[in-house]
């Protein structure tokens, strides 16, 4: 099948489909048992997103086990600054460790060295591609330079980003020098996956709604502009899902300001706004994970409302954010059927 003729990439063209195609962020990932025991065999997370047959394994796993309609590439949105140089870890337990921000490891930042670093993830999504159902839309992705940045200027995440923000405020002069660099490599690293085989990426800001009017627009906005811009510079008819997460009151700012094709909504959006956006671009989104964590009723009656309210434009069916890992894998059977019924 042709990449245009896929379900995700129909509703990414502005087509409604119903049912509505259907993925999850996050849906290879610790809620299911075999992803579990393949995450045992790698040294640490990092060096797990460096391996192309234990990402490829991963990547598949839940789409075996529901169909969803779109796969996403497994990796993290910490490889781009991995690749440049820019010192990560992961601790267990604890999650992204980066080290704090200071002018003299961005001195030391090398974009030359990306190409050969993230050659593994590349390789992932060339695999990918071959294995997966020809029906099935690859997703390739990249955090937002804000989202990145967040985990750098402490160090590690602080509620509300705390440390992220004093530092935007204290020394933006730094914060962009670092923003500049992560959009570098992520123009690089997005079109690379786009000519591996991946059929449309998708940019997670996750951090963008913390900040305030000022820096939504400098932090949030323009990076992501510059990549939307710089990629399609390249691969003009990429398509690029944005997703500002707790940002649905900025939502068509954002949209206009960054040139996105379609947006992917939180659970904490209203309905008003989300219906106002899908006549202008497709969107995606947006039950509570909590609801899979729940089940039954509360499961159903979010996936009912979310068919009914949408159902006048293009949708592709998602989370508010990623599964997380006290999910009940039956429940997410129960919503890949329950949407599939329309
Ligand atoms: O969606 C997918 O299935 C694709 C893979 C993917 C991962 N991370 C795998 C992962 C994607 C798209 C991400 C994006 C990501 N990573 C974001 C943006 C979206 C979001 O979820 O907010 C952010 C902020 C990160 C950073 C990150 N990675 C954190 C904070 C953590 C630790 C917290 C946690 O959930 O464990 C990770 C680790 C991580 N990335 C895991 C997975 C499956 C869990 C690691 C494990 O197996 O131990």
């Not at 997005?190 to 932090?219: K, N």
């Not at 159902?311 to 954010?321: A, E």
């Amino acid at each position: 099948m042709k990449s245009e003729d896929r379900a995700v990439m129909r509703v990414l063209a502005g087509e409604k489909m119903w049912p509505p195609p259907i993925w999850m962020m996050r849906q290879a990932g610790r809620y299911l048992p075999e992803y579990r025991e393949v995450r045992k065999k790698a040294a640490n997370f990092l060096e797990f997103c460096y391996s192309p047959d234990l990402a490829t394994e991963v990547t598949l796993q839940p789409i075996r086990r529901y169909g969803f309609d779109a796969s996403i590439l497994f990796s993290d949105i910490f490889v781009v600054p991995d690749a440049i140089g820019y010192p990560v870890r992961f601790e267990e337990g604890r999650g992204p460790v980066l080290e704090p921000l200071n002018a003299a490891l961005i001195d030391r930042l090398d974009q030359d060295r990306a190409e050969k670093h993230l050659e593994p993830v590349i390789e992932t999504v060339t695999r990918l591609r071959a294995e997966l159902p020809t029906e099935t839309t690859l997703l390739g992705f990249c955090g937002a330079p804000w989202t990145v940045a967040c985990y750098s200027v402490a160090g590690h995440t602080t509620p509300d980003q705390t440390a992220a923000r004093v530092g935007a405020y204290r020394d933006p002069d730094l914060m962009g020098r670092f923003i500049d660099h992560l959009v570098t490599a992520s123009i690089r690293y997005l079109v690379r996956q786009l000519d591996a085989g991946a059929d449309a990426v998708q940019i997670f800001d996750t951090w963008a709604g913390v900040l305030d009017d000022a820096g939504f627009e400098r932090w949030s906005i323009r990076p992501t502009r510059a990549i939307v811009d710089g990629v399609k510079a390249e691969r003009p008819n990429a398509k690029i899902i944005g997703f500002p997460k707790a940002s649905s009151a900025r939502i068509l700012k954002y949209i206009e300001g960054t040139g996105v094709d379609a947006v992917g909504f939180d659970w904490t959006a209203p309905d008003e706004i989300a219906l106002e956006v899908q006549k202008k671009v497709p969107i995606q989104g947006n039950l509570d994970p909590m609801r899979l964590v729940a089940g039954g009723k509360a499961l159903d009656e979010g996936i009912d409302h979310i068919l009914s309210t949408f159902d006048k434009g293009p949708l592709i069916f998602n989370l508010g954010h990623g599964v997380t890992p006290d999910a009940d894998p039956e429940n997410v059977a129960r919503m890949v059927e329950r949407v599939k019924r329309g």
